[in-house]
């Protein structure tokens, strides 16, 4: 699998090419456009309950689709719903876990899986779910908004809002706590919020699903029934 991130940072997409008999597995609706030779499966990956528990659990689709290169090179090109930049992220055997959403394409060797990180605030729709990539291999993440990369040192601490969270290792340590009172959760729209402390390196958004529905929500124009 060789990949090239286009139209970076606002609008990326990701070229995938193929050798013959490699594949990749791509979250429904993921597919801008390939090859007319390539092959497509569509399974509930990882069998029934790991599919049902990543569809509920993690919010990402119950059927993933896996394309495959049958005997000549091909090319296909994935696409994130929302505006924004991708990174490309090597799994080498220690688990990475990524936020649900920011899934976007990943070899066939990358085994998926969800882990439930934390749950739902009050007066809040933020909630920490998490899909583990393990295994050996190439993925792409997507990013809503542009793409930013701390680094902890040893010991190091740093606070960050769930909805900005995109992927961190597994070994990474983290807490994860409502921030402020119900007053100030009620006012300010702030909710759930993760202490990490490194070594490691945490990947960012600069820009939240939650916090653009929260507002696109109650500025949909209304029917009169």
């Known amino acids: 699998m060789k990949t090239e991130l286009l139209y970076r940072p606002s609008f990326a997409a990701a070229r995938v090419q ?21 092959q497509i499966e569509t399974n509930a990956t990882g069998g029934i309950m790991q599919s049902l528990k990543r569809s509920m659990l993690g919010g990402e689709s119950f059927f993933m689709n896996t394309f495959r290169s049958p005997d000549a ?20 055997g220690a688990p990475l876990l990524v936020n649900s959403g920011s899934f976007l394409v990943a070899e066939e060797s990358v085994t998926i899986d969800t882990k439930w990180k934390g749950g739902k605030g009050f007066f809040t729709t933020s909630s920490f779910f ?27 601490r740093y606070t960050v809002d769930t909805g900005h969270v995109i992927a961190f290792p597994e070994t990474l340590g983290y ?51």
């Open 175 to 225: 807490t994860i706590r409502r921030i402020g009172g119900m007053k100030s959760t009620f006012f300010s729209g702030e909710g759930l919020v993760v202490d990490f402390t490194g070594p490691g390196t945490v990947l960012l958004q600069t820009r939240s699903q939650g916090d653009f529905l929260s507002w696109l929500i109650p500025n949909l124009p209304s029917t009169n029934s």
């Open 130 to 156: 998490m899909v583990e990539l393990g295994g050996r291999g190439q993925a792409v993440l997507s990013a809503y908004g542009a793409l930013h990369s701390v680094e902890l040192g040893s010991g190091e």
């Open 73 to 92: 090179p091909v090319e296909l090109l994935f696409a994130p719903s929302l505006p924004g930049d991708l990174v490309t992220v090597t799994i080498q």
């Open 18 to 38: 193929l050798d013959p008999g490699e594949g990749v597995r791509a979250d429904g609706g993921a597919m801008l456009s390939m090859s007319s030779s390539v």
